[in-house]
């Protein structure tokens, strides 16, 4: 964004009417500039947290499931934490196998169910 507040990679209203003409799009210039302009606002703010957490030595992921697992009792299956993240169980694997050789959470069978596993936020996890 540009400092008087602009976006300038975004079109302008008239550059989106046009374009939706061009392609013979029946949608609403307005809504279509409107949602371009979030999606551009969202990658920067993904941006921006990725930065923040990487001072930190995390990912955003990580935070996330580090906050996720500290917000229910430290403890919590690698499916419930993809279901609760919204991202795929190999996502999930991915970001536990980092934080656990870190020492920041730890893989034990689990209490409920002796065949699967429960992801534990461990002491130093709950610090960082």
Known sequence: MAVDGTDHDSPTLDQARRQLEHYGLGSDPQAVLVAVRLISAGARLGRATEVHFARYGLSTGRYRLLADLEDHDGEKSPSRLAADLGVSRAT??????????????????????????VVVLTARGAQR
């Open 92 to 117: 999930v694997t991915g970001l536990v196998d980092g934080l656990e050789q870190e020492g920041l959470v730890a893989r034990r069978p689990s209490a409920e169910d002796g065949r699967g596993a």
